[in-house]
């Protein structure tokens, strides 16, 4: 049974058994909704660089970098929390990336640039390359 089977989960110690610290390991920022096919070659560039994600749910579509916070320490403690950004501090772990992960909500999630490409050759009746 592991550590966190026996004890009870609180929002106080839920962090603890967060293995991987979701929410300290990526970056996101809200884009403008692609309509063109310019838009999308644009994402096409973005996306086909390592570790950058593009997705869209029921906020619109983001850009995602997976890249794990500088300060996150190995004991999974934040170096800077006395000082920690503001997004920071406001988020809440009530029901977090713990309880139910951020990619449940996402309707389009695009990880590859082959998987970009294959979305927009399925969109666009005609796309040139
Ligand atoms: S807030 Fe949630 S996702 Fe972030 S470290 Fe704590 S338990 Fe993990
Ligand atoms: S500053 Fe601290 S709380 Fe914020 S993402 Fe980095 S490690 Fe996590």
Same mark, same amino acid.
């Given at each position: 049974m592991s550590e966190a089977n026996k004890t009870e989960i609180t929002a106080q110690n839920k962090c603890e058994f967060c293995i991987n610290s979701k929410c300290c390991t990526y970056v996101t920022q809200k884009i403008d909704t692609p309509r063109s096919k310019l838009d999308f070659e644009h994402l096409l560039w973005q996306v086909s660089h390592l570790n950058v994600e593009i997705y869209q749910d029921s906020d619109g579509w983001f850009i995602l970098f997976q890249s794990k916070c500088a300060? @996150? @320490?190995?004991?999974?403690?934040?170096?800077?929390? %006395? *000082? *920690?950004p503001y997004i920071c501090e406001d988020y $809440?772990? %009530?029901?977090c990336e713990y309880d $139910?992960?951020?990619?449940? $909500?996402?309707k389009l999630h695009f990880k590859t640039y082959d998987e970009l490409r294959t979305y927009c050759l399925k969109r666009f009746k005609r796309w040139v390359k």
């Open positions: 300060h @996150l @320490l190995a004991d999974r403690k934040c170096a800077v929390y %006395d *000082r *920690r $809440s772990n %009530d029901y $139910s992960p951020a990619e449940e $909500s996402f």
